[in-house]
């Protein structure tokens, strides 16, 4: 069983498009990341969210946090090709201690 | 800007030898982790340490892992006697304060093939 589920896992979409990714768990999360991750380097944080029903933004991305912290969602407005990667959501979960767990990513692919 | 660096960029080893992966975190962070991705995995969670001690390790940290801050500024991973299954790519980060506050900065990364 995951842990944290993301979804979709994979979108491929037009130039000008939005789009939204989806991060989900049964259980609560004491906070939450996003970040972003290109092909042969590290995660870069995007986000932290902690308080329940948060909303951040940065630039075209959005980030909200479920009031029951339990989910979460990055909302891209009008993608471009340049946003194109793999987004990871990763949360530290109440029952789980310390740890960061990571959520296996939605690929996104942005056609330009 | 401060970053997290890690070498080597790519080591490839054989089966039963023992590696030795390096990690410079960001000078004022005190938090520090290690995480491995295996090719088209999800990142998953090796060890975190604080204080000089490991402040909690996963499942896969078993036996055949240590961590090290031999000095001030280096943070190490050991595998002792590698196997085919360690080939991942292994990120070290660093945070500031613990995560429910701090931020996590990660490295770019050492890619370990074991042949």
């Known amino acids: 069983t995951q842990l944290l589920e993301q979804s979709p896992q994979f979108l491929s979409i037009q130039e000008g498009e939005n789009l939204t990714v989806y991060c989900n768990s049964s259980s609560v999360f004491s906070s939450l990341q996003w970040y972003r991750q290109e092909p042969g380097e590290g995660p870069v944080l995007l986000v932290t969210v902690v308080t329940g029903g948060e909303v951040k933004k940065l630039k075209r991305l959005t980030f909200q946090f479920g009031d029951a912290r339990k989910d979460s969602s990055l909302h891209i407005t009008a993608a471009q090709p340049g946003d194109t990667g793999l987004y990871l959501c990763?949360?530290?979960?109440?029952?789980?201690?310390?740890?960061?767990?990571f959520g296996a990513g939605t690929i996104l692919r942005v056609k330009s | 800007e401060p970053e997290v660096t890690q070498t080597p960029s790519h080591q490839v080893t054989q089966m039963g030898q023992e590696v030795i992966l390096r990690c410079v975190p960001i000078s004022n962070h005190l938090y520090f982790y290690w995480y491995r991705q295996i090719l088209g995995q999800k990142v998953e969670f090796l060890v975190s340490?604080?204080?000089?001690?490991?402040?909690?390790k996963s499942e896969i940290f078993d036996d055949q892992f240590s961590v090290e801050r031999p000095d001030g500024s280096n943070f190490t991973l050991k595998i002792r006697s590698t196997k085919l299954e360690d080939s991942a790519m292994y990120f070290c980060a660093s945070s500031e304060r613990d995560l429910n506050t701090g931020e996590l900065f990660f490295g770019e990364g050492s890619r370990l093939t074991v042949l």
């Open positions: 990763a949360g530290r979960l109440m029952e789980y201690g310390n740890k960061l767990v």
């Open positions: 340490f604080y204080n000089n001690e490991i402040s909690e």
